[in-house]
């Protein structure tokens, strides 16, 4: 069902948010500015599918008080793992709403968002040294 | 006698002409279209292609991991087009052509990834959406090497 993968990409929405704001203590001023256009693209996104929850007679879930990363953040390098974990999980609930919807406007949002955190997670990949900082087949839980 | 013959010899024609009638008909019917080429399988020629280009950038480091991804698209793109439509032999896809080395293989390169996500995101609207999931990680998959490869 449509709506229930969307509610879920808002899921991942609403804890890609949180953590952006989360780890800023943790990083230094070079990446503040990508942390703030990520913060800020996934509030955009957070906002857009608000609206087509509501547009389809949905109530969007609210956002959870916390959210617990895979790894404590305690410093640099922990907050970058945070920031990738985020984004990959925000890749996955994207692919599947692209797996369960027809609807072409739909589509077209969820393979943005999609590319997008792929685009971000590879960033922060390369940011903390990862190799291969590139992720093959974003949204697969092996890609 | 000559009005029996002339019967029989009528007879003989009506008989090879009913005889040829579905020949006539087997030879003149246009045979059934080919099906229209699955637009994965252009997207699987890209992806091997691109493969090719990054093996031969030795000098690049993002070129294996480039290569080696590109090549894992290949595959899983292939795949779906032959469970869809099982080849008829073994043998396709058809051997590679290996087509001359761009003047500037790097430049080449991007442009291939940059157009690789650009038609694989066209197609993703008009996929079934069984299919639309792996040309949408594709095309992400792809937005990430071009980032890595800068």
Known sequence: MNVDAVQTALGT??????????????????TAAAV??????????????????????ATPNPPAAAYLPPS??????????????????TCAAWRGVLERTDDQGLRTSALEALTTAAVRATRWRK???????SITMPGVASG | MGRVISESVSRRRVLLAVAAAPLAVACTTEPPPPPPPD?????????????????????????AEIA?????????????????????????????????????PLAALRTSLDEAVREASALVASLPSYRAGLVGSVAAGCASLREVLG
């Open chain 2, 39 to 63: 637009p994965l399988a252009a997207l699987a020629a890209q992806a091997r292609a691109d493969a090719r280009l990054a093996e031969g950038l030795t000098a690049v480091p993002a070129a």
């Open chain 2, 68 to 104: 080696k991804a590109r090549g894992t698209h290949a595959s899983l793109l292939q795949a779906e087009v032959d469970r869809e439509r099982p080849p008829l032999s073994s043998t396709a896809p058809p051997a590679p052509t290996a087509p001359p080395t761009p003047p500037d």
């Open chain 1, 13 to 30: 929405e609403h804890a890609a948010l949180w953590t952006y704001g989360m780890v800023s203590a943790f990083l230094g001023d070079q």
């Open chain 1, 72 to 89: 404590p953040v305690s410093d640099g390098p922990s907050a970058l793992a945070a920031l990738v974990a985020v984004e990959q999980d």
């Open chain 1, 127 to 133: 940011a903390a040294g990862t190799t291969p900082a």
């Open chain 1, 36 to 57: 703030a256009e990520g913060a800020n693209l996934h509030r955009a996104r957070r906002d857009t599918t608000e609206r087509w929850l509501r547009d389809h007679s």
